[in-house]
């Protein structure tokens, strides 16, 4: 794992893809974590997978494999497109 993959949002815990199907044909994904504090309005928490992470950066731990995989899958199309 290279230092600029443990850097993105797509590793986050906070941010889903999957619940969001249009956002994500896109390369968007929601973050949620930001959703349980008042104080703090996201303008627009759709944001690409691989935007550098953030304060509320939350590692998942146990999908940590198939999202660098998924990382890696995704990477490499965009230097073929």
């Known amino acids: 794992m290279t230092a600029e993959i443990k850097d993105i949002c797509a590793l986050c815990r906070n941010f889903k893809m999957k619940a969001h199907p249009?956002?994500?044909k896109v390369g968007l994904g929601r973050c949620h974590g930001y959703d349980n504090d008042p104080a703090i309005?996201?303008?627009?928490?759709?944001?690409?997978?691989?935007?550098?992470?953030?304060?509320?950066?939350?590692?998942?731990?146990?999908?940590?494999?198939?999202?660098?995989?998924?990382?890696?899958?995704?990477?490499?199309?965009?230097?073929?497109?």
Do not use: L, V
């Not at 950066?57 to 198939?66: L, M, P, V």
């Open 22 to 24: 249009e956002h994500a």
């Open 41 to 81: 309005k996201i303008k627009n928490p759709f944001t690409p997978w691989s935007t550098k992470k953030c304060a509320r950066f939350t590692q998942d731990w146990a999908g940590t494999a198939a999202r660098i995989e998924w990382i890696e899958k995704q990477r490499a199309k965009q230097q073929q497109g």
